[in-house]
């Protein structure tokens, strides 16, 4: 295939929004997301787009915010710390209706933590981490093509719900190189009819706008808010499964983890336990049907994360209490390492033993 | 075809380069590569260490612990990894920099003094090359003409002009363990 | 029969929140005037801020985004780089842009984007209350200052002008009144210029006017406008501090 090249995963996001039409990237300095912008500096005035980088991560999602409603496919990207920054402004566009991508290449909290990968902010993520009652839409690449492809993804979901989606990777996505193919460039499309780009011959003129002060008026905006959502739970999930035809037992991972259990799962069957992985895209929405499909069939989930347990509340809230989930996590820096995986579903194996 | 490498040694070697040639490569031979580096205030002058991952199958952790093949270019990172090596694995060492002999009998292990070599040749900067043209000729990783080839397109325009002389460094790298 | 007096076209036939005798009533008034004159419905986009202000997307008959509390010129960035022939102007309280928003405000400054800022300092928080503004005067009394701003606690007040005059991308800065007649007709003046330098590409401009607030000062609007002449332009002097052409 003469079209794979080798990129290095921060610089293959900057690659991936331009193909996807984005001119206008926002953002600030953290460690492990650099190259992103650094990428985007030179990137963006290349094809006519304007890289700018802000004195904060407030102002840089706030610039975001001011870009999207004016109609342009807007970005920003950080890590952790700044992420935290940045959700005033997600909710803002959230409430506002404004599309827009936030990329997060996830290192070790809380606090300043550390540099290294992590998955620790997937609550902040998928809980809204800003005010209100708001969702985006997380996606949860696992290889860098996975994350060209839902960063380009990610601008027409945006643009679908008029939503922020955030993409959500770690130190180890940014920061390692893969061979990526990336998708033709998207031609750039003019201004929604919503914008804010001033009249220009209107009759009306363009508001964009959370505030309702009349709580009836909140509440039919937040139902229409809600709306959104519900379509998104129901059109937007994705999540992929290995080995779970006939397994016994199923690890759940997301991200750079779900590689690392595909090798313990692959040394597992190799050894004769039939497990299986599942391994969800979307953090959010948070996939219910293989829940449902694999508890009448398997005798146990293990959830393994670089955390200290958060997505498996999510595991337990889809699986019902219909068989046992059971956790295994690092944090920060601290790769989970597959012979580790290996023996904490060896022991939950013994522990719960088999059904039938 | 299963490779998981590791190159370490101090910032400035070109362990970073090193390791993105070497996936490259295999990329251009079709194999699934991964490549990730050692981030943080290590680059900055402290040890600096890359995994690179070359299989018939797609990549898992791109993280590499326990390498099958591993270059170490000083002698903190021979203190570091030496035992990590796998079994059956081969261990490179400069040992233009690292005067410690490895007890180990489970391993192949190739000293070279590749820092005197490139200092013969009149750029220490290329001893990198030295390494990774006597690693491809003794583990076949990646096929030699392929890394010369790649030469081009891993180093930035910029640098086209040292092409020639990274060139010569992986053939001397090729007949120092040819030898 | 010949009219004499109308409504800006710029302004939307809606009865204002603002309290009686409040003088955003008249600044909202100048700038419609200004985008009338200057012939800007077609491209001017507001943002309205946090505070009494929040409403001025109600007032325009132009495009407005809504902002986050301080992040008014972050956001006027963001759509003044996506639609550069756009005319942004923000409409900010001393609250939003002298507290919440110094970080926006001093960086929008600095790179010199090419907005217009309405800043509105009527020292104090307005809208929540009467709180203690980072504008409040030394001795003045607000909600969260019940003796009077006392500077070894409080620090002094910020003169955003003099401030941002130092600041080499700055186009435009003017500090007016809206206290007496006189003092309006020099407001407008200025806002246009503000306008025009935008218009003229030339960088940052800002005007701020000097504004009262009867309901939370505790006064009547005629002392208040008062009190405006009597210890505000004493503190905050008028006039123009940066115009195009002088500077870098």
């Known amino acids: 295939m003469s079209d794979l090249q080798l990129f290095k995963g921060n610089e293959a996001v900057g690659e991936a929004a331009v193909r996807a039409g984005c001119r206008h990237f926002f953002g600030y300095p953290i460690t492990p997301q650099n190259e992103l912008p650094e990428y985007m500096s030179w990137r963006l005035p290349e094809v006519g787009g304007v890289f700018l980088q802000a004195e904060s991560e407030v102002a840089a999602i706030n610039m975001v915010y001011g870009a999207g409603g004016a109609g342009a496919k807007a970005m920003t990207s950080s890590s952790s710390p700044g992420i935290s920054l940045k959700q005033e402004g997600i909710s803002f566009l959230a409430g506002a209706e404004i599309p827009g991508v936030i990329v997060n290449m996830v290192r070790g909290g809380p606090g300043l933590g550390g540099i290294q990968p992590a998955q620790s902010d997937y609550f902040q993520a998928t809980r809204g981490g800003g005010h209100g009652d708001y969702r985006t839409v997380v996606l949860g690449p696992a290889s860098l093509q996975e994350l060209v492809d839902m960063t380009y993804e990610a601008f027409q979901i945006a643009d679908r719900y008029r939503n922020p989606v955030m993409v959500v990777g770690d130190g180890v996505m940014g920061q390692m190189m893969e061979p990526v193919v990336f998708p033709d460039m998207a031609e750039v499309t003019d201004p929604p009819d919503w914008a804010t780009t001033g009249k220009r011959g209107r009759d009306n003129f363009n508001l964009i706008n959370s505030l309702y002060l009349d709580p009836e008026e909140l509440w039919e905006h937040n139902r229409k808010l809600n709306d959104k959502y519900r379509q998104m739970t129901e059109k937007e999930v994705r999540w992929e499964t290995r080995a779970t035809d006939d397994a016994d037992f199923a690890f759940v991972a997301y991200g750079t983890t779900a590689r690392i259990v595909q090798k313990a799962v692959e040394q597992m069957r190799e050894d004769g336990h039939a497990v299986g992985l599942v391994r969800p895209q979307t953090l959010w929405p948070f996939p219910q049907e293989p829940f449902d499909e694999l508890s009448d069939r398997v005798d146990g989930f293990r959830t393994v994360e670089m955390s200290l347990g958060q997505m498996v509340e999510d595991v337990r809230l889809a699986v019902q209490g219909r068989v046992p989930v059971q956790f295994y996590g690092t944090t920060g820096g601290v790769m989970p390492d597959y012979r580790d995986i290996i023996s904490a579903m060896e022991e939950m194996m013994r522990k719960v033993g088999g059904r039938r | ?143 030699f003409e392929r890394l010369k080839a790649v030469l081009s397109e891993v180093l930035p325009p910029a640098r086209h002009s040292l092409i020639p002389i990274n060139e010569q460094a992986l053939e001397l790298g090729r007949e120092l363990v040819q030898d | 029969m010949k009219a004499v007096y109308e409504k800006p076209k710029s302004l939307t036939d809606v009865v204002t929140h603002y309290c009686p005798g409040c003088t955003h009533g008249v600044a909202h008034r100048l700038v419609a005037e200004v985008i009338d004159d200057l012939k800007l419905e077609d491209r001017a986009v507001g943002i309205a801020s946090v505070g009494c202000s929040v409403f001025a997307y109600d007032y325009f008959e132009v495009d407005f985004q809504q902002a986050a509390h301080g992040r008014a010129p972050a956001v006027a960035t963001g759509i003044k780089r ?40 009527n020292a104090i928080y307005g809208m929540t209350g009467g709180q203690m503004a980072p504008t409040t005067l030394v001795g003045q009394k607000a909600s969260t200052s019940p003796a009077g701003r006392d500077p070894d606690h409080s620090g002094s007040p910020i003169r955003v002008c003099e401030m941002l005059s130092t600041l080499p991308g700055v186009a435009y800065l003017a500090r007016v009144s809206c206290h007496d007649a006189r003092g309006i007709m020099s407001a407008k003046r200025s806002i246009g210029k503000a306008f025009q330098t935008q218009l003229d590409g030339e960088g940052f401009a800002l005007v701020e006017i000097l504004s009262n607030c009867p309901t939370n000062w505790g006064m009547s609007p005629v002392e208040s406008l008062e009190w405006v002449k009597e210890h505000m332009v004493r503190y905050y002097p008028l006039g123009e501090f940066c115009t195009p052409g002088e500077g870098e």
Not at chain 2, 9 to 37: C, T
Not at chain 2, 79 to 90: N, S
Not at chain 2, 120 to 126: D, E, K, L, P
């Open chain 3, 82 to 121: 996506v639609h550069p022939d756009s005319v942004v102007f923000t409409y900010q309280g001393d609250g939003d842009l002298a507290s919440i928003g110094a970080a926006e405000i001093v960086h929008a400054a600095m790179r010199g984007e090419n907005i217009t800022v309405v800043f509105i300092n």
């Open chain 2, 1 to 143: 075809m299963h490779q998981e490498v590791l190159m370490a040694g101090f910032g400035g070697q070109g362990i970073m380069l090193m390791g993105q040639m070497l996936a490259y490569a295999g990329m251009k031979e079709d194999k699934y590569v991964s490549w990730m580096p050692s981030y943080g205030p290590e680059q900055r002058g402290g040890t600096a260490n890359c995994g690179v991952v070359l299989s018939d199958e797609p990549v898992g952790s791109p993280v590499v612990t326990e390498p099958t093949l591993c270059v170490v270019m000083n002698r903190p990172s021979l203190m570091k990894f030496r035992d990590a090596v796998q079994k059956d694995g081969y261990l490179f060492i400069n040992s233009s920099l690292v005067d410690d002999s490895v007890q180990r009998d489970d391993i192949e292990v190739f000293s070279i003094s590749v820092t005197d070599e490139a200092d013969a040749m009149g750029n220490t900067r290329v001893a990198n090359m030295i390494m990774l043209g006597a690693v491809s000729t003794v583990t076949g990783v990646v096929p």
